[in-house]
């Protein structure tokens, strides 16, 4: 085996592998390292399946809304033995398969920076491995949850995200630190699936905080029609758990405490840089890698270091994660030749566009784009407009009690969509349409010859931009 490679990839997550996957397409050889499972996070505890768990809830849901059909219980056990299948019994095989299929050189241990263009690897016998990248190193180890300093709670074993979707069992009583998205999706997925007792404490005012305000109000009336209890302003103080594995109490700093079978903590999640060597390379140890928009680390001499994912701490969503490694890929493969920088650069979202996002409850929620309270922070001249996505008529139809709404914010300069949000049952659908409208900065006069299907919910582009004035 050869030690000596174009590119060396620390990380087999989806940007990972997205970045080995575009150098090699460009002529490159690659070694890819990672000490947990090929695929990464998304792949096992996250994305995949957290839906896998979510589905049958949302189907539930939507068929208590048409008249005419039965819903029993959902079978939990059932449930879970299909999110086994959809996590592939947590085997990598496939996934390292599709590695060394590119072809790459696949490396389990865990790897770190030992100074320029060298990543030291610690095997699983012991024994290590230096590894020397003639052109670049990519860093893309992704994210870590969050469990904050809470008395008791980091001896309480709480679940985080890994436990949750791993879950082989549904607790009778389910107690969730955090109000973001994680929180909420699991907390309805475990709702659902068993358990009855289910408890969001969310120490701000409401849940999903960073989207439309409509959003987290939409959600919580839905939380509360389930049994789902939310308690807002909840700080928590202190958590014990006498016995391992038995009952967790959850003490807040005003109102009663909270006893639950599991905690649940999603308090959010940080870059994973610990242990990646960052400091032999004159960079800080404990932030996220701060990068150019071509992906390439800044403040390293040679600048042949470059992070995506996650652990550059632009957008932490898969989908923005797999983006930038192709980015990257290209960028690297180029600049080996002597191409120039000449490739696709992204615009992060302080300064761009943002990115698309979907909250897989029910209803669902998702956005691209800027909300109108950060337009207006950011200087835009800006209007919004709403609209009653229950009183479209494709909405109508697809069953009794259909509640949502939409926004959409212009930049009344330009008169081009800087945001739009979602918020109803199977709402994510309309996300695409809208993250192309923004990204691609239609005029709004052309938009409105884009005309939706009838009836579909797709329609209500033409009720934004009429309530627009169009």
């Given amino acids: 085996m050869s030690d000596e490679f174009d590119v060396i990839v620390i990380g087999a997550g989806p940007a990972g592998e997205n970045a080995a996957g575009r150098a090699v397409r460009g002529g490159l050889s690659a070694a890819v390292v990672e000490e947990d499972l090929a695929g990464g996070e998304c792949s096992y505890w996250a994305c995949v399946p957290s839906k896998a768990l979510l589905r049958p809830v949302e189907l539930a849901a939507e068929a208590r809304r048409v008249p005419g059909l039965e819903v029993g219980p959902i079978d939990a056990a059932a449930v879970l033995a299909r999110r086994d299948e959809a996590v ?151 958590v014990e758990r006498p016995e391992a594995g038995g009952p967790v109490t959850v003490h807040l700093s005003e109102g009663p405490p909270v006893e639950a079978d599991e905690l649940l903590v999603a308090t959010g999640r940080r870059p994973a840089t610990g242990g990646l060597g960052l400091e032999t390379v004159g960079l800080p140890a404990d932030r996220p890698v701060e990068v150019d928009d071509s992906m390439r680390a800044n403040g390293v001499e040679g600048g042949w270091l470059y992070a995506v994912g996650d652990v550059n701490g632009r957008d932490l969503v898969t989908h923005m994660g797999k983006y930038q490694a192709r980015v990257c890929g290209d960028v690297i493969a180029a600049r080996a030749k002597g191409e120039g920088d000449d490739r696709p650069a992204l615009r992060d979202s302080a300064g761009g566009y943002g ?113 627009y004035g169009l």
């Avoid at 679940?159 to 979707?165: A, D, I, L, P, Y």
């Avoid at 998205?181 to 699991?186: I, K, N, P």
């Avoid at 905080?209 to 509360?224: D, I, T």
């Avoid at 669902?364 to 919004?384: L, P």
């Fill in 88 to 238: 592939s019994h947590f085997d990598d095989a496939g996934q390292v398969e599709w590695v060394t299929g590119l072809p790459a050189e696949f490396v389990r241990g865990r790897g770190r920076l030992d100074g320029p263009r060298k990543v030291r690897v610690a095997l699983p016998d012991g024994s290590e491995r230096l590894l020397t990248a003639r052109h670049a190193v990519v860093l893309a180890t992704g994210s870590r949850a969050v469990v904050p300093p809470v008395p008791g709670l980091a001896e309480a074993e709480p679940w985080g995200s890994r436990e949750v979707t791993a879950a082989t069992s549904v607790p009778g009583r389910l107690a969730v630190i955090g109000g973001g998205v994680v929180a909420c999706e699991m907390a309805q997925a475990m709702h659902g699936l068993g358990a009855a007792e289910t408890t969001v404490l969310v120490r701000g005012a409401g849940l999903l905080e960073r989207m439309e305000p409509f959003a987290g109000r939409l959600v919580a009336e839905s939380f509360a029609a389930s049994g789902i209890a939310v308690r807002t302003g909840a700080e928590v103080v202190r």
């Fill in 355 to 467: 990115a698309p996002q979907v909250v897989f409850t029910d209803p669902q929620v998702c956005a691209v784009g800027r909300t109108e309270a950060r337009a207006r922070e950011e200087g835009f001249d800006v209007r919004a407009v709403e609209y009653d996505l229950g009183s479209v008529t494709g909405a109508y139809l697809l069953g009794d009690g259909y509640r949502g709404r939409a926004k959409a914010v212009v930049d009344e300069d330009r008169k081009v969509l800087l945001g739009v949000t979602f918020a109803g049952p199977g709402a994510a659908e309309l996300l695409h349409a809208a993250t192309i409208a923004v990204t691609a900065e239609v005029p709004l006069e052309r938009l409105w010859h884009a005309v939706p299907s009838f009836p579909t919910v797709s329609e209500i582009w033409l009720r934004l931009l009429e309530a």
